[in-house]
């Protein structure tokens, strides 16, 4: 649990209708929250998540992408290479 709280920023994204197409009970903002905790800010959109990265002084940081898929279809090589050229 609140495996994130030392993280300077916490983004989970997830998307709340992959488990139906799975056959399994959906994923809940209060379930996402119980176990990574409070202070992470949640995104279902994946657009939106990458507008906020993008907004970022990401100058020197680390990013930690994990996936169980595809973050729903986002190239994460375009979005770093767009990254980098922001500079």
């Known amino acids: 649990k ?3 709280k030392e993280a300077d920023m916490a983004f989970v994204y997830f998307n709340p209708n992959l488990n139906s197409y799975k056959r399994r009970s959906p994923i809940s903002e209060e379930m996402v929250k119980e176990v990574f905790g409070e202070e992470v800010t949640l995104f279902t959109n994946n657009i ?15 990013l930690l992408f994990m996936t169980s898929g595809s973050f729903s279809g986002i190239n994460l090589v375009a979005f770093a290479q767009n990254l980098l050229k922001k500079g």
């Open 2 to 4: 609140k495996t994130l």
């Open 48 to 62: 939106k998540l990458l507008d906020r990265l993008s907004e970022e002084n990401l100058q020197d940081a680390n």
